[in-house]
């Protein structure tokens, strides 16, 4: 029989796990040969140049998905740096992101919740773990901290007990200062501390109330330090996750730029309560009167544009007096 006749013949390559189908010629007489293997050089020739074709294809497919992982990596690494240096709470970009919403005016109007950089987080967290700790009148530390607080206030003086009328002297209610702290935990006492020891001259303007014409019932100086401690806590909304007032977003700032800015910050805000206090010639009823008009002047000046640290604001000079 001299007509020739085309049969299909399947031949698998391993490519992506798709199976390429090649035609090959075959005369009749063949059809008892197995296909594979018969001795033809044409088709063993065209049989070794397609799997040949197969095999650089199959390269030339791993070497695509090679590349494009690497630029899918590349690009996914450049768009987390760029949404960092876009998005950081610092950032022009960031100040607009954090739209206000309808509620409010002024330096209360609420935010929505400001992006955080990693390094803003870890020390969010680590202020809110201080506001959890409560003062412990048995705990040994806390116990050592009142003691340290003693010796920075009266270096000269000799350490009393933990219980004992002396410390009404520097502004406790009673004997015991241990019943004093209530909401402001042990962060208010670490607090006074800081104070004590990086502004001493301020700190000790104000234990003695050494500074203007002051009132014949003066407010207690380490149990203001306390409320001072809770004011800003409460201002900077430090207690509910991530604030939203424009207060609490630029102590965020503050943060970044200062692990301490709480601290840094309450030496401030005593500062500027005294000051309030003076402005007044206010007596002990009026305590919180001045405290409101104390917050109030905070909050402005944590509005001010160019405020990028506790430093940058118009009270802290008043420290270096």
Not at 21 to 39: K, R, S, T, V
Not at 296 to 313: A, G, N, Y
């Amino acid at each position: 029989m001299t007509s020739r006749t085309m049969r299909r013949r399947l031949h698998h390559g391993d490519v992506g796990g798709k199976k390429h189908e090649h035609l090959i010629g075959a005369d009749l007489d063949d059809l008892n040969e197995p296909l594979l293997g018969n001795n033809d050089d044409n088709k063993a020739n065209q049989l070794q140049v397609q799997t040949y074709e197969d095999i650089m294809y199959d390269e030339k497919r791993k070497e695509n998905l090679h590349w494009a992982f690497l630029f899918s990596n590349i690009i996914s690494e450049w768009a987390q740096w760029l949404a960092r240096v876009l998005l950081g709470s610092g950032s022009f970009i960031a100040r607009i992101w954090t739209l206000p919403s309808t509620t409010g005016s002024g330096p209360t109007k609420k935010f929505l919740p400001p992006l955080l950089t990693p390094l803003q987080e870890a020390r969010l967290r680590s202020l809110q773990k201080r506001l959890e700790v409560p003062f412990d009148g048995s705990c040994l530390e806390h116990q050592d901290a009142l003691r340290e607080l003693w010796r920075s206030a009266y270096p000269n003086r000799e350490l009393p007990g933990l219980k004992s009328e002396v410390w009404k002297e520097m502004g406790w209610q009673g004997s015991d200062p241990s019943t004093d702290f209530r909401g402001g935990g042990f962060i208010s006492l670490e607090n006074l501390i800081f104070f004590a020891k990086k502004y001493p001259e301020a700190f000790q303007n104000l234990l003695n109330k050494n500074e203007g014409d002051r009132s014949e019932w003066e407010y207690p100086f380490a149990v203001a330090g306390i409320n001072i401690s809770f004011m800003l806590v409460q201002l900077l909304e430090l207690q509910s996750g991530k604030p939203t007032s424009m207060s609490g977003i630029r102590f965020l700032e503050f943060l970044s730029n200062d692990e301490l800015a709480f601290d840094e910050l309450y030496c401030v805000a005593f500062k500027l309560m005294d000051a309030h206090w003076l402005a007044k010639r206010a007596s002990y009823m009026e305590f919180n009167e001045v405290m409101k008009s104390t917050r109030m002047q905070l909050e402005r000046e944590l509005s001010l544009e160019d405020v990028i640290c506790v430093k940058d604001l118009p009270a802290y000079n008043m420290l270096k007096r």
